[in-house]
């Protein structure tokens, strides 16, 4: 047994650890370091705090950390890159079912320990949680309270939330926005019925309470997330991610645990950032994006003039035969066809001709917040090429031809030139002052926001039909 | 259908209306193809490559108007043309019906359908046909060629060993089309180019060719913009403002090209005699509406003419035909479409739709009735749009005194939050035991360290910041480990299922971030 002192030394080290390990993040040589200061941070503060004052159970708990670490180990291995989506809120969800579960243990150590308390007033030997609830003063007992419920309540949206973000990106779910009859009056009454059953716990009421508690909060994650879309997801997973923290938090103020705190406090506004960024790249508040559904039009849209005029892989070809600098624009549509691999080839190709290829990322691009970036690495596109939208932007114009896959709301100009437009003032890939542009779909349609793109009808736009994938394989064997 | 291109009978023509290029997309919309012998000998298409495309080789022009339904020619059917013209026949070519009233009213006699590539309208949907502009960048192209020609000097300027050669300096009058070329042309040659234009909105694609666009300073905003794109004729007073603008650049400039038409109209004389007699001896004009008369006083069409101060007038009419290969290229792909519109079914069988705005616009006439003028288009022409007031530039006090609003309203903001926040702790202190005080300390630190390092995270490492994020807020086991050993059945049952869930989320979350950041690799 290890004295609390150095508990809490391990405790130090881990968070200067996790804090080293976030940001260095900031470039891609030093993440790869940097992510052994997480793993390390980790190790140490799971085996001091295991081998810390009054713990026991060791029989159940070292079986249960090989037994999660041989899954974890398997679901890292197998998982494809396009189902990371699908992954982290899956992950997610067991960070939210894990904080019910310790906080309703809180609140069981609590009352096990009153109740000895009042049985004989005598302290017997507890374990490590119950001995320092056994020291606790009454009114921090009532705090205590506070933060059970606060962490019941964010674990459970946490919980529910991710399963059904899992299953929206996993495609097991419907990925179209879906309520039931009520829409957010049903979240409003929840919210207020929950509110009534923690002032009842805090009055003295039964476990029950808690249990009804987590019921409601599992049924606001489960509506709040089904009426969202599919494409808003980045915002949603990113979210999720931001309350898994704070329910970490919560938990860590219960357990009087500080490392608990600071982990879940970073973590939290990790999150937090990543969705004020997703929502500012869509120029929407994140109530709007949480609360669903783009906004009424403020007035008729522009008519679009012009024809939309299709191209054979020939003509893209020659296209890119001629050109000298070409720009890529993925979207989902790219990871849906899994035309990463083609789309690499391709790159690699024109680059070998000599010509400058780079590709330009939307930040709402994909499902996951930096999600195409890690599709194309995986596919080994050298990450140098591969840039932001505020870096590319002003590019376009001296761009020979611009190749969107996949991709539409992001790059439509009605977003800039029609302020009646339901998207106007969202940030958008300029891919129009190109003076080629190919638009890679499969067919004619809108996109996520349910608008038509001015960009298919400009006259130096051609779309190219067909699934990405075999779209760009025909490319490959006209390259010259 | 059979779609034949007879030879150009008009003197000096070099262009043909059907190259081996376009009669293969023809043949592919189901029609058949017919040349006259020699018809593509002057633009370099002879008889044997035509017929390796599938085309007919027909002997006589008698003949071919005898065999095809649909006759595609260049220019405007002569007196014999007409004539052999008959019912039910399609004629597509140049044919300039307002000035040829006569010619039109001998064709409608015939009961042919005619269909003039020069009336086509000016919409989006219609350039790919719109011929006019084809060979209108042809003739601005080559007018530069042809400067180049007759002017003794560089157009690039040049540090040489035997000295330093200045740059060519050229005026562009009229930037349309030809005009738009010319620049294109004239800046890639290395010449330091102007231009000017009566229609203000042309500036930018002036200025994005490269050129400067020498701007009038006058009160009635210069604005000789009308429907279609074209320009429309200007006010006395603007047009002084204007020569008065040309006479200051004519002693500097080497070489102008004049390109300014008003649709229907002689050309507007811009170019006057003083002016040529203020530039240089051996600067070039080069004239490109000398068939309606020039915008230069000394312009003879057709002709070289060389001034009293050794100056070249230019006044060739037959640029497109000078670059016969190229034009016959581009206008067989306009007629190509063309044909393509007129042929929807692609089975070969032609549609006269006079529903059609693009058709219906450039057929004059049909089914024995002329049908010139049309009416207006339904569609919008393009270029019509009017610039946008140019934003004022903001005076330095302005933008100090911006600056300082923001700044002020910026720290009003942090202040009152500051504020608040601080009022709410307090709050928080009155209620909460001291414990809890030492704990939200280290919460707030931890969250604004988050908030600066997260800000940090490079946007293409998102996906690898939430899987690691994931990872770490695992550290919700440690609550499990110190519930795990607990004398509660259910508790220690509860506590066991978080540590096994959480360790998942570790080592999955660890794993995957590596796996990832692995893949991103440097060029």
């Not at chain 2, 009229?174 to 010319?182: Q, R, W, Y």
């Amino acid at each position: 047994m290890l004295s609390q002192g150095f508990v809490s030394a391990a405790a130090i080290a881990a968070s200067v650890l996790f804090i080293l390990s976030l940001g260095g993040l900031s470039n891609q040589e030093k993440a790869k370091r940097a992510v052994w200061y997480g793993i390390i941070g980790m190790a140490v503060a799971v085996f001091f705090t295991a081998l810390g004052p009054g713990i026991g159970g060791y029989w159940l708990m070292i079986p249960m950390i090989i037994i999660g670490a041989v899954i974890g180990t398997r679901l890292a291995r197998r998982v494809e890159m396009t189902e990371m989506p699908q992954l982290v809120a899956a992950l997610h969800s067991f960070v939210g079912l894990a904080a019910v579960f310790v906080a309703w243990s809180a609140d069981l150590e609590r009352r096990r320990v009153l109740a000895e308390r009042a049985a004989d007033g005598m302290m017997q030997e507890f374990s490590a949680f119950a001995a320092l609830v056994a020291t606790k003063a009454p009114d921090e007992l009532m705090f205590l309270q506070v933060e059970v419920v606060l962490g019941i309540f964010i674990g459970a949206v946490t919980f529910t939330g991710s399963v059904i973000a899992f299953g929206k990106l996993a495609g097991k779910v419907d990925g179209k926005p879906r309520q039931l009859p009520g829409g957010h009056l049903l979240n409003a009454g929840a919210a207020v019925l929950s509110l009534a059953l923690a002032i009842l716990y805090l009055n003295g009421a039964g476990f029950w309470t808690l249990l009804l508690l987590a019921l409601l909060a599992f049924f606001i994650g489960y509506h709040l997330i089904m009426g969202i879309g599919g494409a808003d997801m980045p915002v949603v997973v990113s979210m999720l991610n931001s309350y898994s923290g704070w329910a970490a938090a919560a938990i860590g103020f219960t357990l009087s645990n500080d490392l608990l705190i600071v982990t879940g406090a970073l973590v939290g506004s990790s999150g937090a950032i990543l969705s004020y960024i997703m929502c500012k790249a869509m120029n929407r508040n994140f109530v709007n994006v949480i609360l669903g559904g783009f906004g009424g039009t403020q007035g008729p849209a522009a008519e679009i003039e012009g024809e939309q005029i299709s191209i054979d892989a020939n003509g893209v070809a020659s296209a890119l035969n001629d050109a000298e600098s070409v720009i890529i624009v993925p979207g989902y549509g790219m990871a849906v066809a899994q035309a990463q691999s083609a789309v690499s080839d391709l790159v690699r190709k024109l680059r070998d001709a000599g010509k400058e290829v780079r590709f330009g990322i939307h930040p709402v691009a994909g499902r996951l917040p930096g999600h195409m970036n890690v599709l194309l690495a995986e596919a080994r596109v050298p990450y140098d090429i591969v840039l932001e939208m505020d870096e590319i932007n002003d590019d376009f114009a001296t761009t020979d031809v611009v190749i969107v896959i996949g991709s539409n709301d992001i790059v439509n100009p009605a977003a800039q030139e029609d302020p009646n437009s339901p998207i106007a003032g969202m940030p958008v890939l300029k891919v129009w002052e190109a003076k080629q542009v190919f638009i890679c779909k499969r067919g004619q349609g809108t996109g996520y926001s349910g608008i038509e793109n001015p960009l298919f009808f400009k006259d130096n736009s051609r779309m190219y039909y067909g699934d990405a994938r075999e779209s760009i394989n025909a490319l490959l064997p006209m390259m010259e | 259908m059979k779609i034949g291109a007879p030879r150009e009978s008009a003197r000096g023509e070099a262009r043909v209306a059907l190259t081996p290029e376009s009669a293969k997309q023809l043949q592919k919309l189901g029609h058949e193809c017919l040349v006259e012998t020699g018809a593509g000998a002057e633009a370099g298409f002879n008889d044997d490559t035509y017929r390796e495309a599938g085309v007919t080789v027909v002997d006589s022009a008698a003949a071919l108007w005898r065999d095809a339904e649909v006759v595609i020619k260049v220019r405007e059917p002569n007196d014999e043309e007409a004539e052999r013209l008959r019912n039910g026949q399609t004629l597509i070519a140049f044919f300039w019906p307002a000035q040829n009233e006569a010619m039109l009213e001998k064709c409608r006699a015939t009961g042919a359908t005619v269909i003039a590539m020069d009336m086509v309208p000016r919409i989006s949907r219609a350039q790919k046909m719109d011929a006019l502009s084809s060979m209108a960048n042809i003739a601005g192209y080559r007018a530069v060629i042809e400067a180049g020609n007759n002017f003794g000097r560089f157009f690039t300027g040049q540090v040489t060993a035997a000295g330093k050669v200045p740059p060519a300096k050229v005026l562009v009058i009229g930037a349309g089309v030809a005009g738009l070329a010319a620049i294109g042309t004239a800046t890639s040659l290395g010449a330091v180019v102007r231009a000017f234009d009566v229609r203000p909105e042309v500036s930018e694609q002036i200025e994005s060719m490269g050129a400067e666009f020498l701007f009038l300073d006058f009160d009635n905003a210069q604005d000789g913009s009308e429907s279609g794109g074209y320009a429309s004729p200007s006010s006395p007073e603007f047009r002084e403002k204007q020569l008065e603008c040309f006479r200051e650049q004519a002693s500097d400039v080497d070489i102008v090209i004049t390109t300014a038409l008003i649709p229907g109209r002689p050309a507007p004389k811009l170019w006057l005699e003083d002016m040529v007699a203020l530039m240089k001896p051996g600067s070039v004009v080069i004239d490109l509406a000398a068939e309606k008369g020039g915008n230069c006083d000394l312009t003879r069409a057709d002709e070289r003419v060389v001034s009293d101060n050794g100056v070249v007038v230019v006044g060739y009419t037959d640029y497109p035909s000078r670059m016969a290969t190229q034009a016959s290229l581009l206008y067989a792909t306009n007629i190509r479409h063309m044909l393509t519109d007129l042929t929807p079914d692609k089975d070969g069988v032609i549609q006269h739709n006079m529903e059609d705005d693009v058709i219906r616009g450039a057929t004059v006439t049909h089914q024995s009735e002329i049908t010139f003028p049309p009416p207006p288009p339904k569609t919008r022409a393009i270029g019509a749009a009017k610039p946008k007031p140019k934003e004022k530039e903001a005076t330095p006090e302005e933008k100090r005194a911006s600056e300082t609003a923001a700044f002020k309203s910026q720290t009003k903001r942090q202040v009152t939050l500051l504020a608040v926040g601080g009022a709410l702790m307090l709050l928080l202190g009155q209620v909460a035991p001291a414990s809890f005080m030492q704990h939200f300390i280290v919460f707030v630190l931890a969250c604004f360290i988050g908030f600066q390092v997260i800000w940090k995270v490079s946007h293409s490492l998102h996906t690898p910041l939430m899987a690691v994020t994931n990872a770490i807020s695992g550290i919700i086991i440690l609550g499990a480990v110190l519930q795990i050993g607990s004398g509660s059945v259910i508790v220690s049952i509860l506590a066991a299922i978080s540590v096994l869930i959480a360790t998942i989320n570790i080592v999955g979350g660890f794993l995957v971030t590596r796996r990832m950041l692995a893949m991103f690799q440097k060029s």
